[in-house]
């Protein structure tokens, strides 16, 4: 039987643990190694608009592995060693494994002069955001009749649907935002086109100001420093400029690209080590496969049985974003649509996922 190791807070999932809780009962060893506290990214843009609590967002990796049967390790990963069979780690003795599942959580792609700032939020790690809802929160009470002037670096599907949420948490604490939407290209370039107009139309229906080919360079001070020179001032700042991989995965030597992200072949396999695998928001496969749960839970129980892992599936799940006016869009590779059934498909998983 083989002693299976499960490294980052993307395990801590309860529908990945309870198929994966399988393997364990068939007689395989199961360990995961993560921080406890972990968090639902699909409770952030919900606690955003201000309709669910920020302890919504919070879960129990401990409570869970131990709930699964699994062996927990509250640690953060700082090496591995493939060659060896070995998981180095920061605060216990190494750990050894015969098959390896990788899902560590993001960061943010770095931004000069956004680290240590005290107005400047990120969109990785999740709790970032949680700090800004509470800061939003705060000047919309202190300061009822004053407009928080928001800026966002970034203009894909994470940015424009977290300004939407925004948006609607200002006219629920009864405050005003000013957003200004700063992108390296066009936005909104992964849906479809049509799709992509109407949130545009939304968001401009809020006066959000909206630049394509404004790419934010630095922040200096209380200003977005954009690649022309020009600067934008802010009372916040997100940066949502895209994922990027924590550190320990170039330190292993694993195939990563220019943002850190993990690389993986199309069964979602690290390149070089076949009882390696991967998935989640860290992790980018090599043929543009979709690195999910199901096909990595799938993966490691075919890895597990001595039989061939089976290609991860090219699309990833549908997007569903609350447009605030009564209504959401749902687009799934070239289809998509907007209305009100999308915004009760929307309800009814984030129920499941925070019931």
């Not at 970034?154 to 006219?171: P, Q, V």
């Not at 700042?237 to 170039?250: I, Q």
């Not at 992200?261 to 199309?266: K, S």
């Not at 290609?311 to 998509?336: E, F, K, N």
Request: hydrophobic share 45%.
């Amino acid at each position: 039987m083989s002693r299976i190791l499960l490294l980052g807070g993307g395990h801590a999932r309860p529908p990945l643990l309870h198929r994966l809780a399988r393997l364990k009962r068939a007689g395989h060893d199961l360990g995961l190694v993560a921080p406890a506290s972990q968090f639902w990214a699909e409770a952030i843009p919900p606690i955003l608009a201000g309709r669910v609590d920020p302890a919504a967002a919070s879960l129990d990796a401990a409570a869970m592995a131990t709930r699964h049967g699994l062996y927990f390790f509250d640690d953060d990963i700082t090496r591995i060693d493939p060659a060896a069979g070995q998981v180095h780690r920061r605060q216990g003795e190494p750990l050894g494994f015969d098959l390896l599942s990788i899902a560590p959580t993001a960061l943010t792609r770095p931004l000069p002069g956004t680290g240590d700032h005290p107005r400047c939020f990120s969109t990785r790690p999740l709790p970032r955001l949680l700090a800004l809802h509470k800061a939003l929160v705060e000047r919309f009470r202190q300061h009822p009749g004053r407009a928080v002037a928001l800026t966002i670096a970034g203009g894909g599907i994470t940015a424009c649907g977290l300004a939407l949420a925004m948006i609607a948490l200002a006219a629920r604490e009864g405050g005003h935002i000013a957003i200004t939407i700063l992108t390296r290209g066009r936005l909104l370039t992964r849906l479809p086109e049509p799709a992509g107009v109407r949130l545009i139309e939304a968001l401009a229906a809020h006066g959000t100001i909206l630049q394509e080919m404004a790419p934010v360079l630095r922040v200096e001070g209380n200003e977005a420093v954009l690649e022309g020179g020009d600067r934008i001032a802010f009372d916040l700042f997100l940066n949502a400029t895209g994922a990027a991989g924590p550190g320990w995965l170039r330190d292993s030597g694993l195939a990563v690209d220019a943002d850190g992200l993990l690389r993986t072949d199309a069964h979602l396999s690290v390149p070089g080590f076949g009882r390696i695998v991967a998935a989640g928001e860290a992790v980018r496969p090599t043929d543009g496969q979709h690195p999910g749960w199901s096909a990595l839970a799938a993966n490691i129980t075919a890895l597990a049985g001595s039989r061939p892992p089976h290609p991860a599936p090219q699309q990833p799940p549908p997007c569903l974003i609350d447009v605030g006016d009564g209504t959401a869009l749902a687009a799934w590779g070239r289809w998509w649509t907007l209305g009100g059934p999308a915004l009760w498909a929307l309800r009814w998983l984030e129920g499941r996922w925070l019931l």
